[in-house]
């Protein structure tokens, strides 16, 4: 159809030719452009900015100093600064397998055709993802409390005293549990709709081979997983050292159990907005920025040796 | 067929979005239907009763939400949580809307501004910047790429502070724009773009557009923009999710209670309960959280068709 008549549309010489395939170019860029510009002013800039922005400080004396590296070596010997990113390497190494784990069960089920009512499962669970996570974290900070949550209508109903989820000891699974109630769902749908485009006549002929349903799974449907599992693992490694809603809104239902310096993010924050130390704040996002994208690429690698 | 061997992707070809695969030919709703035929006969009562105590963790939450939504103040402290009481429903949803002059309407307003206007404007931009990357060759195209996929890494938190300070410095905190213009990137929205628009949009339609003489724009709105639907459902879905749930933005943001959008706005609600003196309005804040998630369950119940073809066709490449 396109040869039929390419003739009359296609110059001849090549100079024109060549002018026709540079105008061709930059009517990409006409596309790409609105986004790139606002891109810049977001993204972009603000990044520069913080960079900036670390290498000085603010004294009560003297004013606005360049310091060069002296935020981040300060950053390096922050306890608090640590112990928010011990709480967030923990969260990191036990929710993350957890809610991963139970995606990838959840996906395959559905998957399988053996389910009744398999669409109902996929929506229902997929449902907690459109939950904002402000009240996502009202909700179960209510149904975790002994006023009017379910924990107190269970002490009562058996007059016992159940462990408080709000208590510092576990708020910090607590949170998970949020974490996982709302993500699951999402992910689940990543490695569904990964597992929707294997080409259907793999199956049939590894059934005709006599493999049964977890040979399947072992030798097919893992291995075309595998991008999915790692789009899935890299966003919930962002996901985890960016924690800030769930604590930052639970503060007000369990003030003792959280700090200011709970998570990095909080920490920077709590040190922005509360005490206006805006230079050493943006250093801490900065080494939690760096530190994720270093995580982030090593499940990369992982992802592509195994592949390879 | 489309035949994408690109890299690691082994059989991984799109699935069958909902229009585009009328175009390609007629095997892929066959296949579809084929699909799970060999699995039909064995259905497993084990696994859906597993599958059944997942659903109830999803949903145990909100039907706990829906269930005391329909108390008073006073009945939401002398009740089990899972069951009725008093049925106030109704003046808990007109006091929420009424109460303090209204305010909860004005959030919602805000809110859907907000949606409108930056999860909109961000399919808008995600699509004609995914299409422009998929379609088209041009000097820079490498470096688009290696830049945005290296911001998605970016903690989002983390350029939250800098982006304050540069928004106060040109006066646009407290206002809508504070909100509205970092809602109008979404990198996950270009990348889900450009992916389906490789796969949604055949070279051939486009030559043949373009030996007709179209314009690139004339072409795009005209062949292209069509066949994209499924695409830009789902991306207008997640942009959607995104900026109706957006907290931690308006929180460093707005100051202005006038301009807080319904999750903020709640949590102020929250605090205020929380606090010793402060009108306790535990039923509002539980009312007012139902009322903010039904839109968005609703959509998403709605258009189900649309955005898991869409998600399934832009799915992963290794």
């Known amino acids: 159809m396109a040869s039929l008549s390419a003739d009359h549309a296609r110059p001849g010489p090549p100079a024109a ?7 061709r170019s930059l009517v990409g860029w006409k596309f790409v452009s609105p986004f790139m510009a606002l891109f810049a ?122 462990p408080d989820p709000l208590s510092p000891d576990l708020i910090l699974a607590s949170i998970g549990n949020i974490v996982t109630w709302q993500w699951v769902g999402y992910n689940m749908l990543i490695l569904y709709s990964a597992l929707r485009v294997v080409n259907p006549s793999l199956y049939e002929a590894a059934a005709i081979e006599g493999a049964g349903q977890f040979r399947i799974i072992w030798a097919i449907k893992l291995p075309a997983l595998r991008g999915a599992l790692m789009i899935a693992t890299i966003f919930s490694v962002i996901g985890s050292f960016q924690l800030f809603n769930e604590p930052s809104i639970l503060k007000h ?48 690698l992982r992802g592509m040796r195994k592949a390879g | 067929m489309t035949s994408d061997t690109s890299g690691m992707s082994d059989t991984i070809r799109p699935a069958q979005p909902a229009r585009p695969a009328r175009l390609r030919g007629a095997t892929p709703p066959l296949r579809a239907k084929a699909r799970h035929a060999p699995h039909l006969r064995r259905r497993s009562v084990t696994l859906t009763a597993l ?13 706990w939400l829906a269930i005391n939504a329909t108390k008073s103040q006073n009945g939401l402290f002398n009740s089990f ?46 699509t004609l910047a995914g299409y422009g990357l998929a379609k088209f060759d041009f000097p820079g195209k490498k470096a688009v790429f290696a830049i ?28 809508p724009w ?26 051939e339609m486009l030559e043949s557009a373009r030996v007709d003489g179209a314009g690139e724009f004339r072409t795009f709105f005209k062949v292209s923009l069509p066949l994209l639907g499924p695409g830009i459902v789902t991306v207008l879905l997640f942009n959607v999710v995104a900026t109706w749930n957006n907290y931690f933005l308006p929180l460093i ?16 609600w929250n605090m205020q309960a929380q606090t010793a003196g402060g009108d306790a309005v535990f039923n509002l804040v539980i009312t007012g959280s139902l009322v903010t998630i039904v839109p968005l369950i609703a959509a998403f119940l709605l258009l189900q068709r649309y955005w898991q073809s869409g998600l399934s066709a832009g799915s992963v490449k290794g």
Do not use: C
């Not at chain 2, 504070?178 to 070279?203: E, H, N, Q, R």
């Not at chain 2, 943001?253 to 102020?268: A, E, F, R, S, V």
């Open chain 1, 41 to 162: 002013l977001v993204f972009l800039a603000p990044i520069g900015y913080s960079i900036y922005l670390s290498l000085y400080k603010t004294r009560l004396i003297g004013g606005t100093q360049f310091v060069g590296a002296q935020n981040y070596t300060e950053a390096f010997q922050d306890s608090q600064f640590w112990s928010g990113f011990g709480r967030v390497a923990l969260f990191l190494m036990v929710q993350v397998p957890i809610m991963l784990g139970l995606a990838l069960l959840l996906a395959l089920a559905i998957d399988s055709g053996r389910l009744y009512g398999a669409a109902f499962f996929r929506i229902s669970v997929f449902l907690p993802y459109a939950v904002p996570a402000v009240v996502a974290t009202l909700m179960w900070g209510f149904m975790y409390g002994t006023r009017f949550g379910l924990i107190g209508n269970l002490d009562k109903a058996f007059g016992v005293t159940l």
């Open chain 2, 81 to 126: 949580g899972l069951w009725f009481k008093d049925f106030s429903f109704f003046s808990n949803i007109s006091d929420t809307f009424t109460y303090d002059h209204a305010i909860f309407t004005r959030w919602l307003l805000n809110t859907v501004l907000y949606v409108v206007v930056g999860a909109g404007g961000a399919t808008l931009l995600a």
């Open chain 2, 148 to 175: 945005v996929i290296g911001a998605v890494a970016v903690p989002g938190t983390a350029l939250a502070v800098p982006t304050f300070l540069m928004f106060s410095k040109l006066g646009l905190t407290d206002t």
């Open chain 2, 253 to 268: 943001m707005l100051k202005d209670p006038d301009w807080y959008p319904l999750t903020l706005g709640l949590n102020d």
């Open chain 2, 51 to 63: 599958m059944t105590l997942m659903v109830i963790y999803s949903l145990l939450p909100l039907a």
């Open chain 1, 253 to 300: 239902l369990a003030p003792n159990a959280i700090t200011t310096y709970f998570t990095p993010n909080y920490y920077a924050y709590s040190l922005s907005f509360d005490g206006q130390q805006f230079n050493y704040s943006a250093t801490v996002a900065i080494v939690m920025g760096v530190a994720t994208m270093i995580v982030a690429y090593a499940v990369q």
């Open chain 2, 178 to 203: 504070a909100i509205i213009i970092p809602s109008l990137i979404s990198p996950f929205g270009l990348y889900l773009m450009w992916t389906f628009s490789t796969d949604a949009v055949p070279k």
């Open chain 1, 17 to 23: 030719r060549a002018r026709r395939k540079t105008r």
